[in-house]
């Protein structure tokens, strides 16, 4: 005879072993149905067109195509890594417009970009008056205007909403230039008291000696001249025959290519023999010029936001430029990482946009976009660059951006990160030799 106790009690247990197994199986089917919900993109295009706009002929080109290739080299990376993923997927596609470093052509291209191609926004535009222009476009037809690689401190006083910038501004750079000097003379007493100032007469320059004549008078330096050319100018002979005639210990530079590869073959040529001269990147950092002026180049100081010899100090960087020199065949410089930087700085934008719209309504991915700029905050480590991060302030300007001061070294003919001291893989040759203690 069948214990009916004996039933009553597996009945029981069967019963509360049913019941848990049912509430383990929703429970599990809703977090995968929440997940699904969660991470199913609900918007799926195949490609997100943004614009690029950067001087590809004209006295610039040089430097424009550099910049292009930091632009497509960082857009293959992100597409052959699953582009992006809150858009299913979606590949980067980038529309390529010429400024020939004209700003009225920069401003016309980006209407064109933005009316007429669709582009979600717009990154460019190498030099700070062709940038100006295209910002304001970008302004008045609400599309977000990401800026990687010019310094001008004006750019981000303006009040736009629509325009970021991932670098840090020549206000920023000259204060760390009068901070160097006085790292100098702390090392060298007494070696420098008196600076000129040589510098290109667009957006970028002006603004770059307006800095400096505020950060090195604070610092206590004497400016004994102050000369603008144009950039692309055939000759510098009248602007060197002064600065020579006023003699300061430091020449403080800012100009192009050109522009850097004629002011060192005039100051040999006029034998003009500051003790140090420091750019402000620009034309002194590219891989053309360093070709082209060899020994001429030695001993300058230029400000930097990246150099090849941060390797083992910034993380990921070695990898990237590696990456990169076995596909163009030149080592990455400044405004190449710069461009590579405000490409993937989108790409973290983007897929924050992608979660609240559609690129196929136009107008309101802009203005997610935008938001999702706003609101980036990328830690130290993330980019290869030796910056703090990436986060926008009420102006659109990177507060965790910084520069590096380094020097073109004549025995390999490479710059060599020289400041400030937590950077430094080299001690700061000073002063330069003259031109007549020089090998010929």
Known sequence: MVNINILRGISRTTLLISLI?????????????????????????????????????????????????????????????????????ANITLVIGDSAGDPSTAAREAERLISVENVVAVIGAYASSNTKTVSDVCERLATPCLNGDSSSPILTRRGLQWFFRTT???????????????????TYPGSIKTVAILYEDSEFGSATAEAW???????????????????????????????????????LVAGYLTDAILIQKTMKKLDFNPKAVIA??????????????????????????????????????????????????????????????????????????????SPTDLKTFRAVLRDALRNIDIGRGVLPVPWDGVKFDETGQNIRAKGIIVQMMPDDGKYHTVWPPEYATRTPLFPMPKWSERPS
């Open 21 to 89: 197994i049912i509430i383990v199986v929703a429970a599990v089917g809703g977090y995968l149905l929440a997940m699904n919900i969660l991470y199913k993109p609900t918007y799926k295009v195949s490609e997100v067109k943004v614009g690029i706009i950067q001087p590809l002929s004209g006295s610039m080109s040089t430097i424009g195509r550099y910049n292009l290739w930091g632009a497509q080299f960082a857009v293959e990376e992100i597409n052959s890594r699953g582009g992006i993923k809150s858009l299913g997927g």
């Open 213 to 251: 004549k505020k950060y090195m008078t604070e610092a206590g330096f004497k400016i004994v001249e102050s000369i603008s050319f144009r950039s692309g100018t055939p000759t510098l002979d009248s602007e060197i025959t002064r600065l020579k005639a006023a003699n300061p210990d430091v020449l």
């Open 280 to 357: 402000q990147d620009a034309g002194y950092i590219n891989p053309a010029y360093i070709k082209e002026v060899g020994p001429l180049g030695y001993y300058v100081f230029s400000r930097e936001v990246f150099n090849w010899d941060l390797f083992e100090k910034v993380p990921g960087l070695k990898d990237v430029n590696d990456r990169f020199k076995a596909k163009y065949g030149v080592d990455m410089d400044g405004s190449i990482i710069r461009n590579y930087v405000a490409v993937w700085v989108l790409y973290y934008a983007l897929e924050e946009a992608g979660k609240k719209a």
């Open 168 to 186: 840090a501004d020549d206000d920023l750079f000259s204060k760390q230039h009068a901070e160097f000097l006085k790292y100098l003379n702390t």
